[in-house]
């Protein structure tokens, strides 16, 4: 990969930290969505610091797209962390419902000795693209929020008020001042929440097929009816190429095709339910 580090942080990055800090003292529980396939990479260390000691609901958003078996260890090790964990598929609803019980569960913590009953008020927080929008609009039942496949859509605040006396705070995405770490970069632009425009896609590629050789070979094998996925990653996508047709004049392998190919179907979940971070492996456990 071309660029160790990436920096990527406008102005309204900044803005939307201090936005956040502005209004913690507005609310009494933060709901932080991650993406399933990367509950690390898509968990923002300075989201966390902000947030501290606050009632924490962690989404693991797009669970539909991620690995089950994955799915049940992340939500032991959230739980284990002291967060509610809910999976969800912010599109089609699935888990609405059992976010809605976990949020009027802790709105009852809240009033548990109180004469007067006050709503529960919670902050969305999360990264570009990981389907905030996508999810107020299935919390409030009608569009209410702008959704867009391009990171960072989401402008300013603004209040939802939901059933049961349950108010929610939308916060436009956060990243990072700087990616230091190149795989988290790398898994952030998997799964789009890094514009395509900042890294080489046919390099992208090259790094996806890689890890899905190593953890994921019967997939590949699968969707793009492979021999095998012996051999290093270009000679994978070079045989992808052949199996798919895209040879260009002159007996040429048209790599851009294919990467485009691999990475819509991967982010897609065309080529099957995969999770790019495991506990215990990607972060320690305490199960």
């Known amino acids: 990969m071309a660029n160790e580090h990436i ?3 406008p102005g309204h990055m900044k803005k939307t930290r201090e936005l956040i800090q502005e209004n913690l003292k507005l609310v009494n529980a933060a709901v932080e969505i991650l993406d ?16 501290k000691n606050k009632r924490r609901i962690i989404i693991l958003n ?29 599109l089609t609803g699935a888990g609405i419902s ?13 009033n548990r000795e109180s004469v007067r ?3 529960l008020r919670a902050m969305i927080v999360g990264i570009p693209n990981v389907g905030k929008s996508s999810l107020i609009n299935r919390l409030a039942g009608k569009k209410s929020a702008k ?10 605040k603004q209040w939802i008020n939901l059933q049961d006396q349950i108010q929610l705070l939308d916060t ?23 514009k395509d425009e900042v890294l080489d896609r046919e390099d992208l590629t090259i790094e996806l097929i890689r890890f899905l050789k ?9 969707r793009y009816n492979l021999d095998s996925t012996e051999g290093e990653p270009l000679e994978i996508m070079e045989a992808i190429c052949e199996k798919r047709g895209f040879i260009m004049s002159g007996k040429r392998y048209d790599y851009a095709r294919a990467a485009r190919t691999v990475i819509d179907e991967f982010r897609s979940g065309k080529m099957g339910r995969i999770t790019l971070e495991i506990p215990g492996k990607d972060v320690e456990s305490n199960d």
């Open 36 to 51: 399933a396939r990367i509950p690390v990479s898509s968990r923002n260390p300075v989201i966390d610091e902000l947030i």
């Open 147 to 156: 959704t867009g496949n391009k990171p960072g859509v989401t402008r300013g």
């Open 117 to 119: 009953k006050k709503p």
């Open 7 to 9: 920096n990527w942080y």
């Open 172 to 194: 436009p995405g956060i990243l990072w001042p700087k990616f230091e770490d190149k795989d988290t970069a790398l898994k952030l632009s998997f799964v789009g929440s890094i």
């Open 214 to 222: 190593n953890s994921y070979p019967e997939l590949l094998v699968k």
């Open 62 to 90: 797009k669970s539909d797209l991620s690995d089950q078996s994955a799915n049940e260890a992340w939500t032991r090790y959230f739980k284990s962390q002291g967060a509610e964990t809910v999976c969800m598929n912010a």
């Open 98 to 110: 059992d976010l809605f019980k976990v949020m009027n569960r802790m709105k009852d913590e809240i």
